[in-house]
């Protein structure tokens, strides 16, 4: 059973709208990543953090923002969603050593119409 | 090319076959290998993670890793239907992670 919890699972919203897709975990994890997977492709990282107040940019160029203020919680952020943006979001966390392996939330599936 | 390459199937077997999955890599930096199961609609799951080359068993899952081949495999004994998922090879090294595609799996009862 997962202990990193994503929510809303699925969410359909008109363009232009801000969305925000939550993220916790409780396993005290000081890495955090968001994971953009459109049907088969490989998962691509578009943020990740290293402990609070740390956010970096991933590998794909993402026009969302994330933060985090708390440990356990890392938001993602879209100020205008465009038709573009549907696909899967995965949330993930890792334990603080350099090659520990990740572990998935259940993940959010956005349409933007 | 891609750093990991993963057919991706669907690879279709009866109930009870011994399933093999595989990738394999191009970027000798990769020291710790991981195989993920996802079934649909939910996120993935960490299935096994290694680190030398050789074998690791974990009930009816055993991974496998020839770092001179740059070549990693997942078997699955006595598949089940409950198998039937997505499997992903992930590869991490000097703090980079790269994720195969991913191998879609079919066992049917």
């Known amino acids: 059973e997962a202990d990193i919890y994503q929510t809303p699972r699925y969410l359909v919203i008109g363009t232009g709208k801000k969305i925000t897709l939550e993220c916790s975990q409780t396993?005290?994890?000081?890495?955090m990543y968001w994971y953009q997977q459109d049907p088969g492709m490989e998962l691509h990282l578009i943020h990740y953090?290293?402990?609070?107040?740390?956010?970096e940019k991933g590998d794909l160029s993402s026009e969302s923002t994330v933060s985090r203020i708390r440990t356990e919680h890392f938001p993602l952020t879209l100020e205008s969603a465009r038709p573009s943006h549907t696909s899967q979001y995965l949330c993930?966390?890792?334990?603080?050593?350099?090659?520990?392996?990740?572990?998935f939330g259940n993940g959010t599936r956005l349409t933007v119409t | 090319q891609k750093e990991v390459e993963q057919d991706p199937g669907p690879l279709s077997v009866p109930e009870g076959a011994i399933v093999s999955l595989n990738c394999t890599y191009s970027?000798?930096?990769?020291?710790?290998f991981m195989w993920y199961r996802q079934y649909s609609r939910k996120g993935p799951e960490l299935l096994m993670y290694?680190?030398?080359?050789g074998n690791k068993e974990d009930g009816r899952f055993t991974a496998q890793v020839d770092k001179s081949s740059k070549y990693i495999s997942l078997f699955i004994r006595d598949s089940q239907p409950s198998d039937s998922a997505t499997y992903l090879c992930?590869?991490?090294?000097?703090?980079?992670?790269?994720f195969g595609t991913g191998t879609r799996l079919l066992v049917s009862p």
């Open positions: 993930a966390s890792s334990a603080t050593g350099t090659n520990s392996p990740l572990h």
């Open positions: 396993m005290g994890h000081d890495k």
């Open positions: 953090s290293y402990g609070v107040n740390s956010t």
């Open positions: 970027n000798s930096a990769f020291q710790y």
């Open positions: 290694t680190y030398s080359s």
């Open positions: 992930a590869m991490m090294g000097f703090q980079k992670l790269v």
